[in-house]
């Protein structure tokens, strides 16, 4: 069984960093699409960063240039180092993972979800 479980949220005020982690247990193939999300109180699920299987990386363009994803080579941990956070970043964030996917930020492509984490962001 697939399981996710994020960590590495918390408070920060406007300009500070974040690094979030997603432990992936249960997952065996080679071939994978994971991505983070966020979602906002009262707003949908948003793609943020993406990473698939051939190393390419996407970005939303409300985090590009200030959040990086990256994956463990060794496992299939997730992480979202995020920087020069704004309050406009405060959100539950979500990792997720799927074999394939055509449209990476969307969330209706992925088959398995983490429970996510909370970050804040204060001006």
């Known amino acids: 069984q697939v399981q996710l479980v994020e960590s590495g949220g918390g408070s920060v005020q406007a300009g500070g960093s974040l690094s979030l982690s997603c432990a992936v247990s249960?997952?065996?193939?080679?071939?994978?699409?994971m991505a983070w999300f966020r979602q906002a109180p009262g707003k949908e699920r948003e793609g943020i960063a993406h990473?698939?299987?051939?190393?390419?990386?996407n970005y939303a363009d409300s985090v590009k240039g200030r959040f990086t994803i990256s994956k463990d080579n060794a496992d299939y941990t997730l992480y979202l180092q995020m920087n020069t956070l704004k309050p406009e970043d405060t959100a539950m964030y979500f990792c997720a993972v799927a074999y394939h996917t055509r449209r990476w930020a969307s969330p209706y492509e992925y088959n398995y979800w983490g429970q996510g984490t909370q970050v804040t962001v204060s001006s």
């Open positions: 249960g997952y065996t193939s080679s071939r994978y699409s």
């Open positions: 990473i698939d299987n051939s190393g390419t990386t």
